[in-house]
């Protein structure tokens, strides 16, 4: 009796277990049911891919003294805006006055000694004329004369020489910028020869930021262009990302690409210049490029209506008012909201916009048009 209990009860729990399954495969694969479907049609759609990125003045200027000496002032601020020309520091004029004032006199003395051998020159040629003196006497002369020309021409460059010395006692900005930091105060012996500059100065009215494509982005942009000639004059404007978190308000050109590929990152440089007019952005500072890609005339769908499988994408396809899997090969660079469709799909084309990862083939469906925006947004 407790034998026949027992074999009851498991027919009862194997039909329940049964009735469940068969319920749950149902909901999991229904067939007939009402179904919101996409019209493949043609739009334009621009995607962004964001690039790390370097910031860097378009002039970083380091500036060495042209001279030795002790510097007696500093006439800089650390950070501040500085002019083209304006002096940044002055190293001890007094030994480079006193240079001068020497290589002065020795122009003076040797404009005498030519103006005196000018003089002897002229009469050796008179009294040679009446044959006072003799072919030797002359050429000696005449000798006497170029020295002291050539001794002229020494003293007034030793002259232009101390000249500039001089005003290299004033080390002046070569460019309009922002000053950067100085470790140099005054009472520090510098020279020519000093490892660090006295100071950088970064010309930051407009600014260049550089960022990097893999070689793969490279050739595409190429091939859809003709060249990349051709790519840099037809790229549109970039924009930036500043390390908070916030857009920067200027739009940015490329205005070059390197011919050569970083053999250790397969990556190709390329640089946009950004206006400054705010001077917000600093040279040595980070961000991100976010690169627009505009697509013409291409094939939109949501990504709610496909599914992936071992890495491909699928979606269904409404045929005869029956699901039919298509793989599909959608653009490298999405929004995570849609798909640009590459091959796969073509206008006219009727696919499940919803649920596309709970059909199967074969199933029967009533079709509810959807709209592509609505369907995106989901």
Known sequence: MKMKTNLFNSLILTSILTLAVSCKEQQGRPDGGDYKTLNVTLSDRTLYSSFSATIQGKQDVGIYPQISGLITEVRVNEGAAVKKGQ???????????????????????????????????DSKEELFKENVVSQFDLQTARNSLRSAKASLAQARAELTNAQNN??????????????GMSSYRIGALVSPSISSPLISVSDNGEM????????????????????????????????????????????????????????STGAVTLRAVFPNPERILRSGGTGNIRFPYEKKGCIVIPQTATYELQDKVFVYKVVDGKTKSAQI????????????VESGLETGDVIIAEGAGLLRDGVSVNQITADAGDAAAQ
């Open 87 to 121: 002096t940044l520091f002055v190293i001890d004029q007094i030994p480079y006055k006193a240079a001068l004032e020497t290589a002065m006199a020795n122009v003076e003395t040797a404009e005498a000694n030519v103006a005196t051998a000018q003089m002897t020159a």
């Open 208 to 263: 260049y930021v550089y960022f990097s494509m893999t070689e793969k982005q490279i050739l595409s942009l190429s091939r859809q262009n003709g060249s990349l000639t051709n790519a840099l004059e037809t790229m549109p404007q970039v924009g930036l990302w500043l390390s908070d978190g916030s857009e920067y308000p200027e739009k940015g050109r490329i205005d070059a690409i390197s011919g050569i590929i970083d053999t």
């Open 329 to 340: 090969t959608v653009f490298g660079i999405n929004d995570g909201k849609e798909y640009i």
């Open 166 to 179: 001089l005003s290299y006692t004033e080390i002046k900005s070569p460019v309009d910028g922002t000053a």
